[in-house]
């Protein structure tokens, strides 16, 4: 089996294509030889975690080929406005541990 250069920009090609995503946005970094990180799409809302997590493991599978489980740790799936309140809460405990 050939062996599969993947690039940042080729893993959001797949997801986006695979995933039919509207307007997705990511948050990946790469540690050694595998991406983890985050997937932020509209496309996600009304789909319960564990519905995510296997459309991303079947998007990969189907992108990338049985290797994309070598080549991907974990993804996770948020909507913006889940992103959204992610950001607002990190901001308050900040707030709140810089008060004291």
């Given at each position: 089996?050939?062996?599969?250069n993947?690039?940042k920009?080729?893993?959001?090609k797949?997801?986006?294509?695979k995933?039919?995503?509207?307007?997705?946005?990511?948050?990946?970094?790469?540690?050694g030889?595998?991406f983890?990180?985050?997937v932020?799409?509209?496309s996600?809302?009304r789909?319960?975690d564990?519905?995510?997590q296997?459309?991303?493991?079947?998007?990969?599978e189907?992108?990338?080929g049985?290797?994309?489980?070598?080549?991907?740790?974990?993804?996770?799936?948020?909507?913006?406005d889940?992103?959204?309140?992610?950001?607002?809460?990190?901001?308050?405990?900040?707030?709140?541990?810089?008060?004291?």
């Open positions: 089996m050939a062996r599969i993947l690039t920009e080729k893993l959001e797949v997801l986006t294509k995933l039919g995503l509207k307007s997705p946005e990511f948050r990946l970094e790469r540690e030889d595998r983890f990180g985050d932020i799409s509209p996600f809302k789909k319960p564990h519905k995510r296997e459309m991303i493991r079947d998007a990969l189907s992108g990338l049985k290797e994309s489980a070598r080549l991907v740790g974990m993804l996770l799936a948020f909507t913006p889940e992103w959204n309140l992610s950001d607002d809460i990190l901001s308050a405990i900040k707030k709140k541990k810089e008060a004291g």
